[in-house]
């Protein structure tokens, strides 16, 4: 069952003809199965320019963002004439129907907002088609911009302006029937409609999710730290900061620690939408395969996803790291072979640590093995910092002599 909720619902007979198409899109939502829809106006958020500043100038965006913070705060700089914003929320799954089959192999996993296709083309598709029925309602001379979170507008900030949720201490925006666990889109038109209310925060003295950071990315105001948040960390393209390694455990893509432990999100799970059902081969894989992914095979498995937006160099690198947090003795043979042959300096410089840490015994042998690699990487003059890793590796299996 879909539930729907607008905020401002008025009868027949005192509808104005603004109000009389609202409630028109409103049940064309419900055809094309948008789960939650809300209307904002196409004002300026130039209220948020003074706390992104700050974020900016302390260094705590992820990079990910639009570029242009003018554009992101000014819907008229990116749009000929806007009067309204629809903004629209897809449900998806936070449990998995199915369990993986037990192989002896050591998973890893996705966090749940990378589960089942892309949820970029989900969205698109569903604002497309509502694009279309609205068009049909109001005519020809509407012009509408469909953006989902690669748009130039802040996601959370027009679905809580257009009364879809609040914005909680984690920063996500959490709705009142499926808690935080939503996609989020909007729709910029010049159609003028009737706006709905935002919504303050509900946090009141709740700290769970900042308590549960394993990082303390988040600030408390609904700010973060992005390039400390794990799920920042899971994306990036270079060595692993120390500090983060043991952190993401065995995820090998994003992080929903902070979701997992509100309580608006207790016993919420949904599965409304075909495409966003979890595949447990896929949001649960197998470390050890994941190593040797020819490109093809990568696509084959993980392409449909959106945890495959950065390809697959960060994904092998983390579950290299996720082995190591294992201490998956029956991985050595596999990282030993990984750490001599594949081409990408970073990934054998990680292969390296993982050795380090998942030997537990003085092992000469793999000593010797570390080393005649490291003179191979200083021959090639490779960077300091992936050398240090083949240092740090025999050092600790050194240490276990004693």
């Known amino acids: ?77 990116i749009f000929d004439g806007p009067k309204s914003i629809i903004a629209i929320a897809l449900a998806y799954p936070s449990r998995m129907t199915q369990r993986p089959p037990k192989t002896g192999l050591k998973r890893g996993q996705f966090a749940r907002a990378s589960w089942g296709e892309d949820y970029h083309g989900i969205l698109r598709e569903k604002m497309n088609q509502l694009i279309e029925k609205t068009r049909m309602l109001a005519g020809a001379d509407a012009r509408f911009k469909p953006m989902v979170d690669t748009g130039e507008l802040i996601d959370v900030a027009v679905a809580n302006r257009a009364g879809l949720g609040f914005i909680g201490k984690n920063g996500l925006l959490i709705t009142e029937e499926f808690g935080s666990f ?28 900042l308590d549960a950071c394993p990082v303390k990315a988040l600030l408390g105001d609904g700010r973060m730290n992005a390039q400390r948040c794990l799920s920042y960390q899971t994306q990036t393209k270079g060595m692993m900061a120390d500090e983060f390694r043991p952190k993401i455990r065995n995820v090998i893509y994003g992080c929903d ?22 595949d447990p081969e896929k949001v649960r894989p197998e470390l050890l395969p994941m190593l040797t992914l020819s490109n093809r095979q990568f696509k084959d498995q993980f392409g449909e996803m959106a945890g495959a937006w950065r390809g697959k160099k960060p994904l092998q690198r983390n579950a290299i790291i996720a082995l190591a947090n294992l201490h998956d003795q029956s991985a050595l043979p596999q990282l030993v072979a990984v750490m001599q042959a594949d081409p990408r300096p970073m990934i054998r410089a990680t292969a390296a640590y993982a050795i380090g840490e998942i030997v537990r015994k003085y092992d000469a042998e793999m000593i010797e093995i570390l080393r005649a690699q490291y003179q191979r990487e200083a021959d090639a003059d490779q960077a300091i910092e992936f050398r240090h890793e083949f240092e740090r590796a025999i050092n600790r299996i050194n240490e276990l002599k004693h």
């Open 182 to 209: 939503v996609y989020l889109g909007e729709i910029m038109t010049n159609l003028t409609l009737e706006p709905d209310t935002p919504i303050a925060c509900q946090c009141g003295d709740c700290t769970r999710c």
């Open 257 to 278: 620690i902070c979701q997992v432990v509100c309580p608006y999100n207790r016993g919420k799970d949904f599965h409304l939408h075909e495409k966003m059902a979890p």
């Open 1 to 77: 069952m879909l539930i729907f909720e607008h905020n401002q619902t008025k009868g027949p007979e005192c509808m104005t003809p603004t109000a009389d198409l609202k409630q028109r899109i409103i049940a064309a939502s419900h055809e094309v199965g948008i789960d939650k829809i809300g209307f904002t106006t196409a004002a300026n958020f130039e209220g948020l320019r003074e706390s992104l500043t700050e974020q900016i100038k302390a260094g705590h965006t992820s990079g990910f963002e639009h570029p242009n913070l003018d554009e992101r705060l000014n819907p008229d700089l």
